[in-house]
T-cell receptor
Framework: KAGVTQTPRYLIKTRGQQVTLSCSPI?????VSWYQQTPGQGLQFLFE???????NKGNFPGRFSGRQFSNSRSEMNVSTLELGDSALYLC???????????FGQGTRLTVV | GENVEQHPSTLSVQEGDSAVIKCTYS??????FPWYKQELGKRPQLIID?????GEKKDQRIAVTLNKTAKHFSLHITETQPEDSAVYFC??????????????FGSGTQLTVLP
């Protein structure tokens, strides 16, 4: 079956703009988590959605938000972009009762 | 919250030798410990995981051990090959159900296998 798909793969944005990233999970997977990966901070948890509800949230400012649709696809939004938001954003999905997290290939965001 | 420390940050071994990466965690509620391999420019891929009710798990050349009392777990790779060269991340997660879990990752180990 198809893997986790993230779009777009690459983005370049200007400070102050906002951006929306998309994650389509493996068919049947209802849980989606988002992570930010940077050389300095490593992999950090942003938030997790299950059945359209946010269940967990990491220690990120309110500029970072997300949502999940009825088909389990998820989007994350970053408003008022800062240079420090430049990172690889990864989503990971899982099906009910299965704890293995499958990662997408990520979206590389560059803020200039 | 959970805190995961990983050592060493870089590791070079000769092809055929063994490699060991160690992690410690802080939250006694964590009960799931996966290891991910990330090659340059690619997504993290799960290579092995262990739950807190198991002390050791093996999969061919890869093994993971868990010491709940000491709150540490280790990845062992035997007979290393050049294709094992990558960044390895450990992670810990508290008990959850029906979800991808909130994984707290270690800082990563760059493993280089020298031919």
């Amino acid at each position: 079956k198809a893997g986790v798909t993230q779009t777009p793969r690459y983005l370049i944005k200007t400070r102050g703009q906002q951006v929306t990233l998309s994650c389509s999970p493996i068919s049947g997977h209802r849980s989606v988590s988002w992570y930010q990966q940077t050389p300095g901070q490593g992999l950090q948890f942003l938030f997790e959605y299950f059945s359209e509800t946010q269940r967990n949230k990491g220690n990120f400012p309110g500029r970072f938000s997300g949502r999940q649709f009825s088909n389990s696809r998820s989007e994350m939004n970053v408003s008022t972009l800062e240079l420090g938001d430049s990172a690889l954003y990864l989503c990971a999905t899982s099906d009910r009762g299965n704890t293995e997290a499958f990662f997408g290939q990520g979206t590389r965001l560059t803020v200039v | 919250g959970e805190n995961v420390e990983q050592h060493p940050s870089t590791l070079s071994v000769q092809e055929g030798d063994s490699a060991v990466i160690k992690c410690t965690y802080s939250d006694s509620a964590s009960n799931y410990f996966p290891w991910y391999k990330q090659e340059l420019g690619k997504r993290p891929q799960l290579i092995i995981d262990i739950r807190s009710n198991v002390g050791e798990k093996k999969d061919q050349r890869i093994a993971v051990t868990l010491n709940k009392t000491a709150k540490h777990f280790s990845l062992h790779i035997t007979e290393t090959q050049p294709e094992d060269s990558a960044v390895y991340f450990c992670a810990a997660s508290p008990k959850a159900s029906g979800s991808a879990r909130q994984l707290t990752f270690g800082s990563g180990t760059q493993l280089t296998v020298l031919p």
